[in-house]
């Protein structure tokens, strides 16, 4: 999925080299709160995008080519083989899902109208280093899905997303200029049908 | 006066295009790049403390104003065309004709610290972030900066977060 | 007192909400979803006072940064307040505790003393059966993992009952002198563990890992949650999340005793379940 964007930037004619390197002489002591605000604002938009993402691509009146398109893009948030984990009020047990295939199931619904709103709230855990030295997050965030069917029955649910967020500062040259970004991946997602 | 000025500028042009044409024809493997990526650049880079050559200069800088501010009404009707997808498309290529083409580089910057140090988003090009704001139905950043080339078409844009 | 400020707590969060949350018909009151403990991050924070109303972190130069009067605040709304088996009176003491201001406690996530404990599901020859796994947080490379420390296995436990009767059997002592030719017949008529020292602890863990990479056992899901907390010198407490609703939501104290320090091993005994 990262390869497509990576492709893109290839194709600058000037674009003469692509170098990641995780600069693991950062350490966490060293970011003030006001950079790590910016970088949890960082992963928060990512994580808006997936909402918005989710939206078009479950709403009826997206074109087909449309939706397929906004997938592949949902499709690059994510890290290789991100899961969903779902679970219902009824049963607790968690049912596991690719992401891809979560996305494809969200097309297909077989609903005649399908609304997805999301509230305000989210909440943003502290990142914690792992072993490799990429940072890991968890972003919560609600999701109020209404679907109605041509006999007018509808489905209604609100769920809430803990959504991994993964966080690693890289370095690029592009157009013979070195930039330091913070590159911002989607994980695993753990879906929980809440009580109204 | 002012025509030696402009010839020198043109001359200047004209060694520096072909400078970058001869580079170009050279192997641009990405592993080589790091060493003098500046040689592969088919373009002209306008900096903010160019020399003495005040009018062509004074005529770009306003160029890069102007371009800036169109660019920005079309990311900000882009992002507010709430779901009229006709009219976001038209305006994408319609600010797409501003730049070198749509694989130009966007950096972003989200944070700057009070020493200079800047905070980048992951890189994108022109085209992907066009996109981005008529998917997601938001315009997060000002332009900070353009770079453009000869034909007055952007080349390099940054960003930097509202 | 604890009862008055938690009232006042709850009244004030829906006005410290910003502006653009509404109620909506059809959804829930975004004010519970504030007041919810989402995450165990938010536990954390809020046990310590590190976060405003709103989730929005604060930090050491903060003013209200591990304030006392916010802790108070916070500790009084992390209580499951269904559980009438922890006593107002307990729920006060713990929070006077763990507040106050010559030995005030406080978590910490990198810091030994606390667990989770996850109720999974794993198949074994195509049945279901519930396993307990019990993880900790430990230092590794340039972060930190959480790693296995126990695993309770209902279907080991059987094998370790031993006989601690006068009439167990036994391996006679002169068997060395017959190359301990009386296996045969020990072996067939009783339990191995009968033969074992009497300091001997089954490990349940080794168990479980050799029948995992002989894939006699296979993981399906996650069922249930919930964590052991002995970072508060004097005091054990549980947490388990709470999908229900209403403003008592999300993670919240389900359990809580004070303990002494020489309690602690017996306790963990139980909590593993491998006493």
Redesign the interface.
Known sequence: MKSIIIKNLSKISFVASLLCVAASAFAQDNISPQRKQAIDSLALEKVRDLSKYISIIGDKETAYSEATRVMERAGELFAPDSEMGVSSLTTEEITYYKVQEYFQRLMALNYDKVKIDWYDIHYISDLEKQPDGKYVGVVTVYQRFEGTSEDGLSYKDTTKKDITIYVEKKKTQIAGRTIEFWDVMLGDIRVTETSA | MNRIKSFFNLAAMALILSAGLFACKGSKKAADASKDSDQDKPVVVIKDDQPEITEPVERDTNTREDAKMRLDNYFNSIANASGNATAANRNINEAKALFASGDVPVFIVIHQSTDGTKDYDEPTTIKDYLNYLKDTGKNLNNIAAVKTNSSGKITELELIRK | MIHRLFITFLILIPSLL?A??TQ?A???D?SE??AST??V??FF?RFNGEEDQK?N?Y?E?DKSYRDVELRKNYLTILFNTENNRISKDLKKQFINDVTSRQNPKYLN?HKEGWFAEVNA?FSRGGKDENILLFFKIQP??????WVLEKASVEAYKSSFNKDSSSNKSFIHPMSHELDFMNLNKAFRNSKGVDFTARNFKPDYLSIFLYELSNKKISF?????LKFHFFQCAGWYFQISEY???GYN?GWLISDLTPIKEEQIPALKALIYDQQ
Request: charged content about 30%; cysteine-free; glycine content about 12%.
């Open positions: 910003p653009q949350i909506e059809t959804g829930i975004e979803l504030y989402k995450q991050n938010q924070r989730g972190r930090y130069n996530f599901v590794q490379g340039q972060g930190y993992e399906k899901t996650v069922r249930d999908n229900r609703s939501r």
